[in-house]
């Protein structure tokens, strides 16, 4: 397995977010992560990428204990995520935002840097943008940006933290197809959403959240065809009656 979550407990000030969390995620894997807001979704991917610290329990990704001092820098080499929020720079265009964190984190030369970032945008079809600046280019074509960024570090797990949710409806489509292209790639990811139409159609196992703990699993026609528990019924019939 790629990364395994055992028994995981997060908790800030009297609210425990997550209340003894455990899964394991195989290599190649795609994993959507659904359930009410406050469920403890985010602060689980924010965790397994190291920006949230842990009250007890263990992740390990590609071998390497997150939450160890000695070895948590490790786990950027191995680890990409795309946040809800673009987070570019302004005053860099398209191929230099997605070449930062080459130059930054992995001491690249400018051009190399660039080169590396320029076929991270051809694989999120935005090449044409390179030059482009992000008050030049549309939310979804922002968020393409982001994950090419993500992409150019050469992950091995990607993270997707409610990606398209500040996207208005129409362009939430271009970003999903880049993900699902991840996908068929057999990029590893972990994926919180509230694209049910996603979650049913690209995943390989879908976890629910309820109060901190994973209140069932299982593949998506289980999830959505026959679920078990009642809180999850609700759940997707209060979602799927939005759309």
Do not use: C, W
Not at 19 to 25: C, F, I, L, N
Not at 36 to 64: F, M, P, Q, Y
Not at 153 to 163: H, N, R, W
Request: aromatic share 4%.
């Amino acid at each position: 397995m790629i990364v395994d979550v055992s028994d995981v407990r997060k908790r800030f000030g009297d609210n425990e977010v997550l209340r003894g969390v455990s899964v394991s995620v195989e290599a190649g894997e795609v994993i959507a992560i659904i359930g009410a807001s406050g469920s403890g979704k985010s602060t689980l991917l924010r965790a397994i990428n190291g920006l949230e610290t842990v009250d007890s329990g263990e992740i390990v990704v590609n071998g390497v204990q997150v939450h160890d001092r000695k070895s948590a820098h490790d786990v950027h080499k191995y680890v990409g995520m795309v946040f809800q929020q673009f987070n570019l720079f302004p005053h860099l265009n398209a191929v230099d935002n997605a070449a930062l964190a080459l130059r930054k984190v992995k001491k690249m030369k400018r051009d190399q840097a660039r080169e590396v970032a320029m076929t991270a945008l051809e694989r999120v079809g935005l090449a044409e943008k390179a030059q482009s600046y992000p008050q030049q280019l549309s939310g979804g074509q922002q968020q393409r940006v982001a994950i090419a960024r993500a992409l150019a570090m050469q992950p091995q797990v990607m993270l997707f933290d409610e990606a398209t949710s500040a996207l208005d409806p129409e362009l939430v489509g271009e970003v999903t197809k880049v993900m699902r292209g991840l996908a068929s790639e057999g990029m590893t990811m972990l994926v919180v959403t509230h694209e049910m139409g996603f979650a049913r159609e690209t995943a390989d196992r879908v976890l629910y959240f309820d109060g901190g703990v994973i209140g069932e699993e299982g593949p998506p026609e289980q999830i959505f065809s026959s679920p078990t528990n009642p809180r999850l019924r609700q759940f997707l019939s209060r979602v799927l009656d939005q759309r």
